[in-house]
């Protein structure tokens, strides 16, 4: 039987531009034929990935690089342009099957993504054969062990966002990829929205002559967002190596990270401190259940409240036509999200460590 969990949110926006094309403006997208703000999936799950490291132990988490060497060098404190520390360093690349960088020695050709746990060890690896008078041999006893302890990751970024990683053993591809248990949908507005540009000026300090001592431009949107992710209960209990404990401690933290981390494209010159007005959490055993259907028409008076009541209404809809129905539902929603609501469904409504605490709860008890 399938496991999931929708999250739902509805997250209005100033004039902001937390997400940014290679050209330096908004990321936009056309759905329902008109322009809309977007955020990027990457770009959110960096935020939530950060807010992982405020949250948690960092020995649940994972670092990712292709400065191998140097990754272990810190962990030994040892100089990462020591000799002997790249031999072992070199070998201990080899027995992984990780891809080296020819024109970077210590580097591998693409990022590897390892959790806390395992780069500890495999720094103690390398202590060991850095105090070798055989290096290769010393790596070489360890080789089974080092491959089982890569392929047994138990980080909780990893679990969520997945790992994709290049391996040379026989050109095959990753042994050591871990399929993510989280979905992510770029978030889009609701709303039309049309990039703007804001023109600014820098006054000379130094200079009293009238006029600027520089000149820009940089572009904006204002919206409110859909937004949208999922969370495969089963694959992240697999992930986690089937310990209820850790699934729950990494499933809340990560529906509190969602609705708490938001991207930082130029914070310091908008200030785009929002948080959501609605979040839904959706219990499913059958499938998860996009709506962003709800939007292809844009949303154009009262955003919030409509967005809301559409939202409610598609879910509705989907349910009639399909017979698709949730196993539970959580909702948090404030004032102005309220004004969808009947009075019925505005007593069920939870804060949102209530909400965190009953659909982790509610899951857990599932498995």
Not at 86 to 101: F, I, V, Y
Request: charged content about 25%.
């Amino acid at each position: 039987m399938g496991l999931f969990i929708d999250i739902h949110a509805i997250q209005t926006l100033p004039p902001a531009n937390l997400n940014r094309d290679e050209n330096g403006r908004p990321k936009t997208s056309i759905y329902g034929g008109v322009p809309r703000m977007r955020v990027s999936s990457q770009a959110w799950k960096k935020a939530i990935r950060d807010n992982f490291r405020d949250t948690l132990d960092t020995g649940r988490l994972g670092s990712r690089s292709r400065e191998f060497t140097k990754m272990i060098a810190q962990r030994l404190d040892r100089d990462p342009e020591d000799e002997r520390l790249l031999k072992a360093t070199g070998e201990l690349m080899k027995a992984a099957g990780l891809p080296s960088d020819k024109n970077r020695p210590g580097s591998t050709s693409a990022l590897q993504f390892f959790g806390e746990q395992q780069w500890q060890k495999l720094a103690q690896y390398a202590e060991e054969a850095y105090g070798s008078t055989d290096p290769k041999k010393s790596v070489a006893s360890h080789r089974t062990d080092i491959k089982k302890l890569l392929d047994s990751d138990r980080s909780i970024d990893i679990a969520f966002f997945g790992r994709m990683s290049a391996s040379s053993d026989k050109g095959t591809g990753s042994e050591y990829v871990v399929d993510a248990a989280s979905q992510f949908a770029h978030a889009i507005s609701v709303n039309r929205a049309d990039v703007e540009n804001d023109y600014y000026a820098a006054v000379d300090d130094c200079d009293n002559t009238s006029g600027a001592g520089m000149i820009g431009e940089t572009g904006y949107l204002s919206a409110t967002l859909y937004r949208y992710a999922c969370v495969d209960v089963n694959l992240l209990n697999r992930n986690l190596g089937y310990d209820k404990e850790a699934v729950r401690l990494a499933l809340s933290t990560f529906l509190n990270a969602f609705a708490l981390s938001l991207p930082s494209g130029k914070q310091n010159s908008f200030g785009h401190q929002t948080l959501p007005s609605f979040i839904e959490t959706v219990i499913r055993t059958d499938r998860p259940i996009n709506l962003v259907e709800a939007y292809e028409k844009p949303v154009t008076t009262d955003t919030i409240p409509t967005s809301v009541q559409r939202l409610l209404e598609q879910q509705a809809d989907y349910q009639n036509t399909y017979g698709l129905a949730a196993a539970d539902t959580f909702t948090m929603a404030d004032l102005n999200a309220r004004k969808a609501m009947g009075k019925e469904q505005q007593e069920t409504l939870l804060t949102l460590p209530q909400l965190v605490t009953e659909t982790t709860s509610t899951v857990i008890k599932a498995l």
